[in-house]
């Protein structure tokens, strides 16, 4: 056993690009100031609420529709380069929409989003004369409005609540973002703020065990629509699938098992990437729930604790640092029998050069398609795509240019016969009379192809928000042998990074990352 001690109104609307001639929102001069952490960019008034123009056939007895923006975002992205408003609108539908605090430049939690949503939800109600509202949320929004429901007394002026593609359980790209190999980078983009830290899958399993208990979280009903599609070939929701496939099918940034909310109800999972499920493609879907909301019986369903134990196959590699102006060469093993390896290599800026050199010492071109993400938890990194196809066995280094300062991270995806499979569990144990979280894992491998007795595994951990890691262990891997990790505090999220690296059995080193949040 290891032991750690880890303790207004006539506001212009220049840049607004609908994607038909409908007039935008207008704005009402109801504001707050910005609060929380982690910039992304944007200079919206949180507070600051939009009616959407009335509709010339309105639907008799319809909810207002109210839309609610995803992490990193504002409310335009309703209505900019998004037919979401024009389709609402043509089907008779009064909308509004609401500028969290996320649209003023930071990054914030549940709590601090959720809070301000359930105040402007009561506005909005009285405004349209005491009608019922039916929000619409995209993503971490889905989890803010639940919380202004259920912690913040907004229940009553709702009716129900439509989640695209909302994480009810967290996502690992956020435990991602967390991770020992991700500091950098994250600390540059400022994505280490308090709406990431609470996407932490960890952070969501407390949310998840403390609302789903609460008489409140049935008030309202609740249905949910994810998707299985990545996007375009080597685009940045195109890496975020391949990096959460080890977790299953995903939309590139949340995996359809964490848009399922345990009583709610779900409408479809369908070929839809984080982008596209929030434009009116999906309208058709949900709007005929909200039509007959108001006829429904809520159905209860009780809450059940999650089953204890987990295991996957491990198939990435994660590495990442700093980048001085110039070459900056990255070492990247490669086992023999690999098939196809895919990297993301993701920095603040655009790469001036990008090359391989060989194990052989033969430069070759790494072809790398680049794309600045515009949504989710590494909002406006640079991913830059690389693919080789049975490459040969051993050190490859990658060779990356950099005009200025900057830091990457470094994902890998292997398609190899080396199968390396994972299994964790977290519980919570006595320990020195104290209570404290107890880390078990264990490591299986096929022989055939992996040596067993060559693995060993580097534990990395941070704890809450530390920009650094607090504690590091080394440890053997045997097979079919336990480790058991003890964390002090009970109550703290913990980051844990683990480095396997060993032989297969034709000797050639094998290497590959585990990101867990506990």
Known sequence: MFIFGLSPFNRTFSKVRSTKKQPAPLLTPRAVHPMGSGGNGHTETPGEWYIGQPPSNPKPGAPILLFVQGLNSTAQMWWEDNDMYETALQHGYQTAFLQLYDASGTSADMWDNGRLLADKIKDIHRYFGNRPLAIIAHSKGGVDAQTALVYYGAWPYVTNVITLSTPHHGSQLADLAYSAWAGWLAKLLGKQGDGTYSMQTAYMESFRQATDRRQEAYYNRFDTMGGHDWGRWFSSTWFGGLYLSQYGESDGVVTVSSSRLPYGHEIAIGAWDHFKIRTGITFPYFEPIIAETANMPLTVKKYREKASGESSEVSHWIHGGPLSPGDNPISVTVEDHVKRLRLDVLTT?????????????????????????TIGIFKGAIHHGLELNHPEPGTWTLHVNADQKDA????????SDAHLTFWKNMSVVAHEK?????????????????DLQSLKVTYRIVKEKSATVTEALNAIVKSRSKHDIILDDPDAIYNITADIEG????????????VETH
């Open 349 to 373: 800026d655009q790469l001036s050069a990008i090359y391989w050199i060989s194990p052989d010492g033969r430069q070759i071109n790494a072809e790398a398609a680049s794309e600045k993400t």
């Open 408 to 415: 990457y991270l470094l994902v890998s995806h292997f398609l």
């Open 434 to 450: 104290e209570k404290a979280k107890q880390f078990t894992c264990q490591f299986s491998a096929n022989e055939s192809s992996i």
């Open 503 to 514: 032989l297969t059995q034709a000797g050639y080193p094998f290497k590959r990352t585990i």
